[in-house]
């Protein structure tokens, strides 16, 4: 789109340059309005192309957050029953886990040794 409106942006300073050099004793000006008009009617599309690819891009983003998000949950779920697992024998063993900790000693022994 960009390289389109170059391409329009150049075509219609040449015209302007051509209707420079054809109407210096010419005081008809419809040319020069027809021109603007197309010129107008471009930059309309152009801002339109812009106001569109932003609309997608803020959409993209949202559902690229969405997505993150949704998985992350999913994750933070996924590990939250892992660990209710361990809990759960701990609890069943009777364990305190949180006065347990691996250098603890029991009967004389560290954890790492028995």
Not at 15 to 37: G, I
Not at 43 to 59: C, I
Request: aromatic share 4%.
């Amino acid at each position: 789109m960009l390289l389109t409106h170059i391409k329009v942006h150049e075509d219609a300073l040449d015209q302007r340059v051509a209707l420079q050099d054809k109407s210096k004793d010419v005081a008809d000006w419809s040319s020069y309005e027809a021109l603007q008009l197309r010129e107008c009617a471009f930059l309309d599309k152009l801002l339109a192309f812009h106001r569109d690819a932003a609309r997608e891009l803020r959409e993209r983003k949202k559902s690229c957050y969405d997505r993150i998000e949704s998985e992350h949950g999913r994750a933070q779920n996924t590990l939250q029953m892992q660990m209710a697992a361990p809990l759960c024998i701990a609890e069943a063993a009777k364990i305190d886990l949180a006065t347990s900790r691996d250098d603890d000693e029991v009967d004389g022994q560290s954890l790492h040794e028995a």
